[in-house]
């Protein structure tokens, strides 16, 4: 449909993937390099910057892979949510799908009987065929990358500085996909449009009484209930240091987008200080 095509062209010239002429820019030449969509592949550029490529790889290859998480059979409901916690991480679920890409690794890595890693997904509730596709999908991003001779950090997941590079990294794509709790009783109102969502049932934020007021999610399913899936959360001043003005000056009036525009404001003089320091 023509409005799609537009649309999909208005995303790739806010991720700075196309010229003044309409053409692939340089940047976007490199993204199309990777099979994955355009914000997971600016995401992944923008961690070169950031120096968290090694997590990036993880979160890109586990979103792109079939969802590992099992609908757990009648009457085991609350056992799968207890041993999914153990992967939870307070970051959000981007997080904890590193966390649980790492375990499934370490238990594919102990010598022990053939089957190891199957009987371990069976334990946890997870799909051992969907973590073992993402497997694959990451070692075929690293060959990209070094094919094209891009800069692999090295993997430093857990400290502080890396929460935060990975969320800088993912928001350079995905800044698109905000949204925030407009009552906090996680009716998620997306920016870009008016549309209430809820955590989906797998995120590491659902039954817990922590509620992040503003989050970064993968994806928006109209089928499964209006949810957003793989959320995590993000803060309004790192929302308003790295959206590109152009996108936010777009986008439609709300509330969250005049308290956004208030940090704006508040972080502008800062702004300016540093650049005369310059």
């Known amino acids: 449909a023509p409005e799609s095509l537009m649309q999909a062209l208005e995303d790739l010239d806010y991720l700075a993937a196309l ?19 355009p914000q997971l592949s600016k995401s992944l550029l923008a961690s070169c910057e950031f120096e968290c490529v ?3 790889l993880t979160i890109a290859a586990m979103v792109t892979a079939p969802s590992c998480f099992l609908h757990a059979p009648p009457g085991t409901e609350e056992i799968a949510r207890t041993r999914w916690r153990r992967f939870s991480h307070p970051a959000g679920d981007h997080f904890t799908l590193i966390n649980l890409f790492n ?20 334990d946890y509730f997870l799909s051992s065929s969907a973590l073992s596709m993402a497997e694959m ?39 698109m996909h905000i949204a925030r709790d407009v009552d906090g009783s996680g009716n998620y109102l ?20 922590r509620i992040p007021e503003w989050v970064l ?38 509330e969250s987008k ?6 704006i404001n508040h ?3 800062v702004s300016a200080r540093k650049e005369e320091q310059k």
Not at 19 to 37: Q, T
Not at 223 to 250: C, D, K, M, T, W
Request: hydrophobic share 40%; charged share 20%.
């Open 19 to 37: 010229d003044n002429n309409g053409n692939l820019s340089e940047f976007g030449i490199i993204m199309s390099e990777f099979p994955l969509d």
């Open 54 to 56: 090694d997590e990036m």
């Open 103 to 122: 375990a499934f690794k370490a238990a594919s890595a102990t010598p022990t009987e053939p089957g190891n890693n199957e009987k371990w997904c069976r």
């Open 137 to 175: 999908i990451r070692a075929e991003l690293v060959e990209i990358m070094k094919r094209i001779e891009l800069p692999i950090s090295e993997p430093d997941f857990g400290s502080e500085e890396n929460l935060l590079n990975i969320k800088k990294a993912l928001l350079s794509g995905y800044f």
């Open 190 to 209: 997306m920016l870009t449009h008016k549309q209430v969502a809820q955590l989906h049932p797998f995120s590491s934020y659902y039954h817990t009484r």
């Open 217 to 254: 999610f993968h994806e928006f399913s109209i089928s499964e209930g209006n949810s957003i899936r793989v959320v995590s959360e993000i803060s309004p001043h790192l929302i308003a240091e790295l959206v590109p003005q152009y996108y936010f000056s777009n986008l439609p009036p709300s």
């Open 258 to 263: 005049d308290i956004l525009q208030g940090v």
């Open 267 to 269: 972080l502008a003089p």
